[in-house]
Protein backbone atom coordinates (compact mmCIF):
# COMPACT_ATOMS: atom_id res chain seq x y z
CA UNK A 1 0.00 0.00 0.00
CA UNK A 2 2.85 2.67 0.85
CA UNK A 3 4.78 1.50 -1.60
CA UNK A 4 2.21 2.36 -4.09
CA UNK A 5 1.03 5.37 -2.62
CA UNK A 6 4.78 6.46 -2.89
CA UNK A 7 4.30 6.01 -6.59
CA UNK A 8 1.64 7.91 -7.09
CA UNK A 9 2.53 10.66 -5.71
CA UNK A 10 5.95 10.77 -7.02
CA UNK A 11 4.07 10.32 -10.58
CA UNK A 12 2.13 13.53 -9.55
CA UNK A 13 4.95 15.68 -8.12
CA UNK A 14 6.75 14.64 -11.40
CA UNK A 15 3.91 16.19 -13.39
CA UNK A 16 3.64 19.40 -10.76
CA UNK A 17 7.08 20.20 -11.33
CA UNK A 18 6.82 20.17 -15.16
CA UNK A 19 4.15 22.22 -15.41
CA UNK A 20 5.94 24.34 -12.83
CA UNK A 21 9.11 24.60 -15.61
CA UNK A 22 6.83 24.88 -18.55
CA UNK A 23 5.36 27.95 -16.38
CA UNK A 24 8.74 29.81 -15.44
CA UNK A 25 10.57 29.13 -18.58
CA UNK A 26 8.45 30.42 -21.00
CA UNK A 27 9.91 29.11 -24.54
CA UNK A 28 12.03 26.91 -23.51
CA UNK A 29 12.35 23.47 -23.97
CA UNK A 30 12.46 20.98 -21.11
CA UNK A 31 15.19 18.15 -21.40
CA UNK A 32 14.61 15.64 -18.97
CA UNK A 33 17.55 16.24 -17.02
CA UNK A 34 16.58 19.49 -15.62
CA UNK A 35 13.11 17.60 -15.04
CA UNK A 36 15.03 15.46 -13.00
CA UNK A 37 17.15 17.99 -10.88
CA UNK A 38 13.91 19.86 -10.08
CA UNK A 39 12.19 17.03 -8.98
CA UNK A 40 15.29 16.30 -7.07
CA UNK A 41 15.52 12.73 -8.55
CA UNK A 42 17.55 11.40 -11.01
CA UNK A 43 16.79 10.68 -15.11
CA UNK A 44 16.40 6.85 -14.04
CA UNK A 45 14.34 7.34 -11.53
CA UNK A 46 11.93 9.51 -13.77
CA UNK A 47 11.91 6.58 -16.06
CA UNK A 48 10.45 4.79 -13.76
CA UNK A 49 7.59 6.09 -13.28
CA UNK A 50 7.55 7.79 -16.70
CA UNK A 51 9.20 5.69 -19.81
CA UNK A 52 9.18 9.04 -21.82
CA UNK A 53 8.99 12.44 -21.66
CA UNK A 54 6.07 12.09 -24.51
CA UNK A 55 4.19 9.86 -21.36
CA UNK A 56 4.72 12.86 -19.28
CA UNK A 57 3.09 15.72 -21.38
CA UNK A 58 -0.05 12.86 -22.04
CA UNK A 59 0.16 12.68 -17.94
CA UNK A 60 -0.49 16.88 -18.23
CA UNK A 61 -2.99 16.42 -20.85
CA UNK A 62 -5.13 13.45 -19.36
CA UNK A 63 -5.33 16.10 -16.40
CA UNK A 64 -6.78 18.89 -18.69
CA UNK A 65 -9.56 16.50 -20.36
CA UNK A 66 -9.99 15.07 -16.77
CA UNK A 67 -10.82 18.85 -15.40
CA UNK A 68 -12.43 20.60 -18.32
CA UNK A 69 -14.85 17.34 -19.59
CA UNK A 70 -16.03 16.79 -15.86
CA UNK A 71 -17.02 20.42 -15.20
CA UNK A 72 -18.13 20.87 -18.49
CA UNK A 73 -20.68 17.46 -17.46
CA UNK A 74 -21.61 19.46 -14.86
CA UNK A 75 -22.45 22.85 -16.34
CA UNK A 76 -24.87 20.56 -18.70
CA UNK A 77 -26.83 19.17 -16.46
CA UNK A 78 -26.77 22.22 -13.89
CA UNK A 79 -27.78 24.68 -16.53
CA UNK A 80 -30.63 25.22 -19.05
CA UNK A 81 -30.25 27.78 -22.17
CA UNK A 82 -27.50 27.53 -24.80
CA UNK A 83 -26.58 31.10 -24.40
CA UNK A 84 -25.74 30.31 -20.64
CA UNK A 85 -24.41 27.16 -21.01
CA UNK A 86 -21.75 28.65 -23.80
CA UNK A 87 -20.97 31.14 -21.54
CA UNK A 88 -20.02 28.72 -18.93
CA UNK A 89 -17.76 26.23 -20.77
CA UNK A 90 -15.87 29.43 -22.31
CA UNK A 91 -15.70 30.72 -19.57
CA UNK A 92 -14.40 27.31 -17.93
CA UNK A 93 -11.99 27.46 -20.65
CA UNK A 94 -10.33 30.69 -20.06
CA UNK A 95 -10.12 30.43 -16.46
CA UNK A 96 -8.78 26.76 -16.31
CA UNK A 97 -5.58 28.61 -18.70
CA UNK A 98 -5.62 31.65 -16.30
CA UNK A 99 -4.45 29.75 -13.53
CA UNK A 100 -2.93 27.13 -15.01
CA UNK A 101 -0.22 29.08 -16.74
CA UNK A 102 2.72 26.04 -17.77
CA UNK A 103 -0.16 23.78 -19.16
CA UNK A 104 -1.27 26.52 -20.98
CA UNK A 105 1.74 26.28 -23.27
CA UNK A 106 0.88 22.75 -24.10
CA UNK A 107 -2.92 23.96 -25.25
CA UNK A 108 -1.48 26.06 -27.69
CA UNK A 109 0.95 23.75 -28.87
CA UNK A 110 4.00 26.10 -27.57
CA UNK A 111 5.50 23.20 -25.31
CA UNK A 112 5.37 20.24 -27.76
CA UNK A 113 7.39 21.83 -30.62
CA UNK A 114 9.73 19.14 -31.58
CA UNK A 115 7.67 16.71 -29.54
CA UNK A 116 5.92 13.29 -31.03
CA UNK A 117 3.23 14.34 -33.60
CA UNK A 118 0.56 11.82 -31.07
CA UNK A 119 0.84 15.03 -28.70
CA UNK A 120 0.09 17.72 -31.17
CA UNK A 121 -2.88 15.29 -32.51
CA UNK A 122 -4.31 14.89 -29.19
CA UNK A 123 -4.17 18.65 -27.99
CA UNK A 124 -6.33 19.08 -31.58
CA UNK A 125 -8.20 16.49 -30.46
CA UNK A 126 -9.71 17.81 -27.45
CA UNK A 127 -10.36 21.26 -29.28
CA UNK A 128 -12.32 19.41 -31.76
CA UNK A 129 -13.93 18.12 -28.56
CA UNK A 130 -14.77 20.99 -27.14
CA UNK A 131 -16.62 22.72 -30.20
CA UNK A 132 -18.14 19.71 -30.95
CA UNK A 133 -20.05 20.36 -27.13
CA UNK A 134 -20.88 23.84 -28.50
CA UNK A 135 -22.28 22.97 -31.63
CA UNK A 136 -24.20 20.09 -29.80
CA UNK A 137 -25.60 22.69 -27.65
CA UNK A 138 -26.63 25.20 -30.03
CA UNK A 139 -28.17 22.67 -32.47
CA UNK A 140 -30.20 21.76 -29.50
CA UNK A 141 -31.20 25.39 -28.94
CA UNK A 142 -33.87 25.33 -31.86
CA UNK A 143 -35.18 22.40 -30.17
CA UNK A 144 -35.57 23.52 -26.62
CA UNK A 145 -35.50 27.35 -26.85
CA UNK A 146 -36.69 27.85 -30.72
CA UNK A 147 -33.26 29.88 -31.19
CA UNK A 148 -31.13 29.25 -34.34
CA UNK A 149 -28.06 30.84 -34.55
CA UNK A 150 -27.72 33.38 -37.56
CA UNK A 151 -24.57 31.80 -38.75
CA UNK A 152 -24.28 28.05 -40.05
CA UNK A 153 -23.47 26.10 -37.25
CA UNK A 154 -20.49 24.89 -37.59
CA UNK A 155 -19.61 28.56 -38.80
CA UNK A 156 -21.18 29.47 -35.22
CA UNK A 157 -19.54 27.40 -33.33
CA UNK A 158 -16.05 27.92 -34.82
CA UNK A 159 -16.51 31.66 -34.25
CA UNK A 160 -16.93 30.96 -30.39
CA UNK A 161 -14.10 29.01 -30.08
CA UNK A 162 -11.74 31.17 -32.21
CA UNK A 163 -12.48 34.05 -29.36
CA UNK A 164 -11.72 31.67 -26.65
CA UNK A 165 -8.60 30.24 -28.02
CA UNK A 166 -7.08 34.32 -29.07
CA UNK A 167 -7.66 34.81 -25.73
CA UNK A 168 -5.56 31.59 -24.40
CA UNK A 169 -3.05 32.16 -27.38
CA UNK A 170 -2.60 36.18 -26.27
CA UNK A 171 -1.85 35.02 -22.54
CA UNK A 172 1.38 32.68 -23.72
CA UNK A 173 2.24 35.14 -26.37
CA UNK A 174 2.20 37.83 -23.28
CA UNK A 175 4.67 35.70 -21.07
CA UNK A 176 1.13 35.01 -18.90
CA UNK A 177 1.23 38.86 -18.37
CA UNK A 178 -2.13 39.52 -19.94
CA UNK A 179 -5.10 37.06 -18.53
CA UNK A 180 -7.51 35.39 -20.48
CA UNK A 181 -10.44 36.60 -19.11
CA UNK A 182 -9.34 40.49 -18.69
CA UNK A 183 -12.41 42.17 -21.06
CA UNK A 184 -13.83 38.60 -21.41
CA UNK A 185 -17.28 39.80 -18.98
CA UNK A 186 -17.32 42.75 -21.72
CA UNK A 187 -16.55 40.74 -25.07
CA UNK A 188 -19.24 38.06 -24.72
CA UNK A 189 -22.35 40.15 -24.80
CA UNK A 190 -21.25 41.60 -27.74
CA UNK A 191 -20.63 38.02 -29.47
CA UNK A 192 -23.88 37.03 -28.09
CA UNK A 193 -25.18 40.49 -29.69
CA UNK A 194 -27.92 39.38 -32.59
CA UNK A 195 -25.71 35.91 -32.27
CA UNK A 196 -29.49 33.63 -31.99
CA UNK A 197 -32.53 34.56 -33.60
CA UNK A 198 -36.33 33.01 -33.40
CA UNK A 199 -36.83 31.33 -36.90
CA UNK A 200 -40.78 31.10 -36.26
CA UNK A 201 -41.05 34.52 -35.45
CA UNK A 202 -39.38 35.41 -39.00
CA UNK A 203 -42.20 33.49 -40.58
CA UNK A 204 -45.35 35.31 -38.61
CA UNK A 205 -43.99 38.42 -39.50
Known sequence: MTNSSTKVS?????????AHMLESSPGARITTAALAKE???SEAALYRHFPSKSKMFEGLIEFIEETLFSRI??????TDTAQARCEKIFLLLLTFTERNPGITRILTGDALTGETERLHTRIQQLFERIETQIKQILREAEIREGLRPRLPLTAAANLLMAAAEGRIAQFVRSGFKRPPTEFWGEQWPVLMQDFFYEPMAQVTS
Open 39 to 41: VGV
Open 73 to 78: GLILSD
Open 10 to 18: RRQQILESL
